[in-house]
């Protein structure tokens, strides 16, 4: 169980040389070993998704993935969604919308609702929603998430 | 400029969206990990604990100079019983800890403790709460004999006169299942020593940092500078965040011990297990009616079940007694008469919970009007019209004082905004169809912003209320805004940086406010009980009114004029009918470099002000509209309103932001949410994939329509506003569930309304019809 495996992991564009025990989660190694600690761990069993990331294009909930299954695959953190100081439309838009309120369940949503629409550009708002469904948070009722990631998902379309 | 009243977007949330935000277990990189070893059992007693050859485990021996946890209330009636920080003879609830063991990772620790064996004798435990309260019980602890921690009792002379002369009475059994408050973040702290001065700083997620420091020094026999306590972001709290927990002080305990970083990092299934729980009531009430539908009386039997402890500091009182003080609600009780029990078992520790008692209380007030106006063959609507308190300053039959309020105004409002007649024709000719749709409503009060006196008279021992702020203005003309209150999701930084703005004439991005810290704010209580803006807010703006009035008089000097004529807008102090003005910043540095030119500026721009109110009222009523499919018992909600009255609202954005995340829960505890025990007292819902929050497809989109009464009960015309939506939601779609089930007549009088009740209710009173 301590033989460690060194894999290198590449998340946001960058090359992470880590050394890991096999039975490391990516989210584990992505906090403790990349220092990206956005990703958020709110049930480590698959439910909550805080822990979504976006891997190789789709969203995956990074506590129930393997570190050593990311190698050479493609990871999209929440620290990489802006584009330096311009906010991505999501964070925009929850940001406008009052989409969060304790933060912690944010990061999930982002890159859940980013990689759904990376995943199916043509996803429309009633599937975008659905999908949303798939992550838990306990402060805004929602209300203010589905208002943001309508308004994004129109700027994406966009392309704004 | 005035910034009060504007949706201003957060100052906190560019960093949280960033991925940049810190919350506590992202500070727990490089220390060492604990891993606390729980009881498998609910009760039974301690023969030993067994670890292999060479892994350390700490004990309750390990522990002997710490002391017990023990919240005190100053009241005969209550049974003070003491919560060790590991327990050396007995456990008392399953997932209690008992040892734990240090490693320098967080799965190398739980590999140690998977290796440590409690050799504990099971004994039969004491579960459920009115099986608690059998004179046959066996007791949870031996200092209460009959499981009765706390008690509280009283009857007002006229209530049997009351109910002799009553039309009707209605009698009412109720249950709330048990609940967690679930913060998405998990419950931890990271304990740091420093070889220099030989303090511990301990990042932790917590409501009341103040408190906890305060509680540490206590048990472990130091002086509180010795510690530091930080609340860095703390991923939602709702009440489960205020309690001081064992687990904390074995963790700072260990850091002073070892002399090193330590970390103590909940999983999901300990947060279920053993932080807290909630809303474990049974509510037994007669409510005696005149014909026309005054409420005459209230008789109640109240009985809470607190788990295995008194949470500290506010006690295991918080739930029974708040029930006790509170039952009347928003209506006129002349006659009131009750007795409120908080009983042990062997179960998780309760503490409180957005709303605490309010959502039970609320639910059996608005089911007692319903089944009230139907025994009386009066409309529901009317019959609350003739109960609902409506002349301020109302005191309550329990001496508690409401100040203005719109209690009639708002159910009014929320009335005609649902078009009550439209709905009843949609729903007979849903019925046609064989389909049942129903409306409830609720209509409640919201005791909110209280100070010391609400407390003092639950009679505890540590008595909370007021908050500190020490507002400076530096010489570069920004704000900083020390806070005792300890916000975590609520935007509360954003909120009083508007407030001060005005009273400074800045602009919000020149505030920063500073909460969480025990070395940089203020000794304060923290952010709970709806209480941040009003009482951090009034306190706010006493403390910039000083900085302000200190900025005038130097501004009066440097421009030769009087203090009067001087105004504070868009960053110039200006010489009233003048065209003379003075940057702000300039009378800032001139207050700080040239102090020389001014007389009295004593304490110069740093000024602390101090408030601690009596506490003010928020009233609402919500409506929800609901679609019951009787054949599986599921129930949609298709429409969901709130008519919200929290006086002024500084931050709307803010405000509506509060009231979905309350209805949220509020849908929560009506429809999904419950904690079960088995009756050996194993949690059977300690993972996400049986314990059941709700998601985005079960929360509909929530209505919200503002009244602001402005009362003079709060410095800012604000009241809170963090509770009401847990509190109304659920009497609101019980009744609703109710009235659309009505052709069957049947009650439901438990919560949550799962479908396996709501099919059982059905079945039974079909039985009941065929008999």
């Known amino acids: 169980m301590n033989d460690r495996l060194a894999i290198t992991l590449n998340v946001n564009g960058q090359s992470y040389p880590v050394t890991v025990e096999p039975r490391k989660s990516l989210a584990d190694a992505l906090r403790e070993d990349c220092g990206l600690t956005g990703t958020h761990l709110g049930c480590e069993h698959g439910v909550c998704g805080a822990c979504t990331v976006i891997v190789d294009g789709r969203p995956v909930r990074s506590c129930l993935m393997f570190a050593v299954q990311a190698e050479g695959l493609a990871v999209c953190t929440v620290e990489g969604l802006a584009e330096g100081e311009a906010l991505h439309p999501l964070q925009r838009h929850f940001w406008e919308q009052h989409g969060l309120q304790c933060g912690f369940c944010t990061p999930g949503f982002l890159m859940l609702a980013a990689g759904a629409f990376e995943a199916d550009p043509t996803i429309d708002e009633a599937e975008m929603i659905d999908v949303l469904s798939s992550n838990l948070c306990r402060c805004t009722g ?13 700027d994406m379309r966009a392309g704004v | 400029m005035n910034w009060i009243g504007r949706s201003l977007p957060r100052l906190e949330d560019p960093t949280l969206l960033r991925g940049h935000g810190h919350y506590v277990a992202d500070l727990a990189q490089d220390a060492a990990h ?30 002997s100079d710490v002391g017990q946890i023990r919240p005190v209330l100053e009241r005969p009636d209550y049974v003070a019983v003491g919560q060790p920080v590991l327990p050396s003879d007995r456990v008392c609830f399953a997932g209690q800890a008992v040892a734990f063991v240090v490693a320098d990772e967080a799965a190398a620790a739980e590999d140690l403790a998977e290796q440590i064996f409690l050799d504990i004798e099971p004994e039969e435990p004491v579960v459920d709460l009115d099986a608690a309260l059998r004179p046959d019980a066996v007791p949870t602890h031996p200092e209460a004999p009959g499981n009765v921690l706390v008690e509280g009792r009283m009857r007002t002379s006229g209530l049997d006169a009351a109910f002799a002369g009553a039309a009707a009475v209605v009698e009412l059994d109720l249950r709330s299942r048990r609940q967690s408050a679930m913060p998405m973040e998990t419950r931890g702290g990271v ?68 002399k090193r970083d330590v970390a103590w990092i909940e999983d999901r299934r300990e947060n279920f297990l053993a932080s807290a729980h909630s809303r474990d009531q049974a509510f037994t009430v007669r409510g005696a009616f005149d014909a026309q539908g005054r409420l005459l009386g209230l008789e109640a039997d109240l009985r809470s079940n607190v788990g295995a402890f008194s949470c500290y500091p506010v006690t295991c009182g918080v739930e029974p007694l708040m029930a006790f003080a509170e039952l009347p609600g928003p209506y006129k009780v002349l006659e009131y008469g009750a007795r409120s029990r908080g009983v042990t078992t062997n179960t998780c520790t309760m503490a409180p919970y957005r709303g605490v008692a309010r959502p039970m209380l609320t639910l059996t007030m608005e089911r007692l009007m319903e089944d009230a106006a139907r025994r009386l063959g009066l409309d529901p609507i009317e019959i609350r019209r003739r109960n609902l308190i409506d002349s301020f300053p109302h005191r309550s039959p329990t001496g508690l004082v409401y100040d203005a309020g719109s209690y009639i105004a708002a159910m009014e409002a929320a009335v005609a905004a649902v078009d009550l ?61 020390r806070i005792g209150a300890s916000p975590h999701g609520q935007g509360l930084a954003t909120a009083l940086a508007q407030l001060v703005a005005d009273e400074l004439g800045v602009v919000p991005s020149q505030v920063r406010v500073i909460s969480g810290d025990t070395d940089r704010t203020p000794y304060g209580w923290g952010t709970f009980a709806s209480r941040s803006m009003v009482i951090a807010g009034g306190a706010s703006k006493l403390a910039s009114a000083k900085v302000a ?31 003379r003005s003075t940057p702000i910043r300039e009378i800032a540095r001139a207050a700080h470099h040239r102090s020389h030119l001014f007389s009295d500026l004593e304490g110069g721009l740093r000024q602390t002000a101090f408030y601690d109110p009596f506490g003010t009222f928020s009233n609402a009523c919500h409506v929800a509209e609901v679609e019951v499919d009787v054949d599986t018992g599921g129930v949609r909600i298709e429409r969901f309103l709130v008519v919200e009255d929290a006086g002024r609202l500084i931050n709307p954005m803010i405000v509506d932001g509060q009231i979905h995340g309350g209805v949220a829960q509020g849908i929560a505890n009506a429809l999904y949410e419950e904690m079960i025990y088995d009756p050996d007292g194993n949690l059977l819902t300690a993972s996400l994939a049986d314990y059941l929050p709700p998601t985005i497809n079960e929360i509909p989109k929530i209505e919200i329509i503002h009244m602001e009464t402005i009362s003079d009960a709060t410095l800012t015309g604000a009241k809170g506003v963090g509770e009401g939506g847990t509190i109304g939601a659920p009497a609101a779609i019980v009744n609703a569930i109710v009235d659309a089930l009505a052709p069957f007549g049947v009650a439901i009088n438990e919560t949550p309304a799962t479908p396996e009740r709501i099919r059982a209710a059905i079945r039974s009173a079909r039985e009941n019809r065929h008999e």
Request: charged share 20%.
């Open chain 2, 421 to 481: 007649p439209a709905f009843r024709r949609r729903q007979a000719e849903a019925l046609t169809q064989g389909r049942y749709l129903g409306l409830g409503i609720s209509v409640f009060s919201e005791r909110t912003g209280y100070g010391t006196p609400a407390y003092a008279a639950r009679g505890m021992a540590i008595v909370p209320g007021y908050e500190q702020v020490d507002c400076a203005l530096d010489p570069s003309g920004h704000l900083e805004l």
């Open chain 1, 142 to 154: 929602y209300q203010n998430i589905a208002k943001a990631v309508s308004l994004a998902l129109q």
């Open chain 2, 191 to 258: 304990a740091r020593y420093d070889q220099r001065d030989r303090r511990t700083t301990l990042h932790a997620s917590v409501q009341m940092p103040h408190m906890l420091r305060t509680g540490l020094a206590d048990l472990l026999g130091c002086p509180e500078a010795d510690l530091r306590v930080i609340a860095p972001d703390v991923g939602g709290g709702f009440g489960q965040k205020m309690s001081l927990f064992p687990e904390y002080v074995a963790l700072v305990w260990l850091a002073r011990h070892l």
């Open chain 2, 34 to 63: 604990i891993r606390f070893v729980r009881s498998p059992v609910a009760r039974g007693r301690i023969l030993g604990i067994e670890a292999p050859e060479g892994v350390t485990v700490y004990t309750a021996a390990d522990l």
């Open chain 2, 549 to 579: 009035a200190k900025l005038r008089a130097v501004a009066a000097c440097l421009m030769e004029a009087t203090e009067a004529e001087i105004d504070l807008e868009g960053g110039l102090a200006r010489v009233r009918g003048t065209n």
